[in-house]
C-alpha cells in the first residue's frame, strides 16, 4: 500500500477547511434570517452539519473537475497519485462513514451516490456500497442487495489502479454480493446472495452467477 505525503494531506486540509468554513457560515446566515426561537441551537448545528456535507460535496466534485482520476493503472509518484490520495482522504473521511452507516434510507442513497459521481440509469437503487462510484455505471431498473459491495479499485501491494465496473438493465446483485474491478454485467443478470465475481468477469445478457468465485449456473428467466 501507498503511503499518503505530506503534501496530498495539506491540500486535503486546506479543501476540507474551505469546505467547514462554506458550510458554516451558510448555516449562520440563514439562521440570522429565519426566526427559529427555541430550536434555534439544533437548527444551527444540523444546518451546519448538512451545509457542510453539501459543500464538501461540491468542493469535492470541483477538484475532481479540475483535475480528473483516470481509469487504469496509476504510476508512483505522478500527478494522478497526487489526485487519488486527495480524492481517497475526502472520500475515506467525509463519505465512507455515511456510506456503509445503513441510517441513510436507500432512495436517499442514490442521491448521494450520484452526487457523488455514479451513472445510476432510472430506478436503479443500492442498498449495498458502492466503492469509487465515479467508475461505477448502471442501467435501469437494477438493485443491489444488502451489503452487496462494488468494488472498482485494484490495491495489490504497490499495484494501485481503477478499472470500471458496467452493468446494464434489469440487473440483480444479490445480498452480501461482491463485484471486484473491471467486470460487465449485461441485461437480465443476476448475481447470486454471497457471490463473488473477479476482476475483469463478463456476465453476458441473462446469465445467473453465483459461488465464490463466481461461475454460471443458469440463466433467469427473462
Known amino acids: 500500500m501507498r503511503r499518503i505525503k505530506p503534501g496530498q494531506i495539506a491540500v486535503f486540509v486546506l ?11 451558510t448555516a449562520l446566515m440563514l439562521a440570522a434570517t429565519i426566526p427559529l426561537g427555541n430550536y434555534r441551537e439544533i ?16 468542493v469535492f466534485r470541483l477538484f475532481l473537475a479540475v483535475f480528473p482520476l483516470r481509469a487504469g493503472e496509476i504510476p508512483e509518484d505522478s500527478q494522478q497519485e497526487f489526485v487519488y490520495h486527495v480524492y481517497l482522504l475526502f472520500y475515506l473521511i467525509l463519505f465512507y462513514p455515511i456510506l456503509r452507516s445503513g441510517f441513510v434510507p436507500v432512495p436517499i442513497m442514490r442521491l448521494v451516490y450520484l452526487a457523488l459521481g455514479a451513472k445510476l440509469g432510472d430506478n436503479t437503487y ?18 443491489i442487495g444488502q451489503y452487496a ?22 440487473v440483480t446483485i444479490g445480498a452480501g454480493a461482491t463485484v471486484l474491478s473491471g467486470v460487465t454485467i449485461g ?18 445478457d441473462g446469465e445467473i452467477w453465483g459461488g465464490v468465485p463466481a461461475k454460471p449456473i443458469g440463466r433467469s428467466a427473462r
Do not use: C, W
Open 149 to 170: 459491495l462494488l468494488v472498482p479499485h485494484v490495491i495489490e501491494g504497490k499495484k494501485l489502479a481503477h478499472y470500471p465496473i458496467r452493468m446494464g438493465d434489469n
Open 43 to 58: 437548527a444551527v448545528v444540523g444546518g451546519a452539519v448538512f451545509f457542510i456535507y453539501l459543500s464538501a460535496l461540491l
Open 15 to 25: 479543501l476540507l477547511t474551505l469546505s467547514l468554513g462554506t458550510g458554516i457560515a
Open 187 to 204: 441485461n437480465d443478470a443476476i448475481v447470486s446472495t454471497g457471490a463473488v465475481v473477479t476482476k475483469g468477469s463478463r456476465i453476458g
Open 126 to 143: 443500492s442498498s449495498g456500497i458502492i466503492l469509487d462510484p465515479q467508475f461505477v455505471e448502471i442501467g435501469s431498473n437494477s438493485i
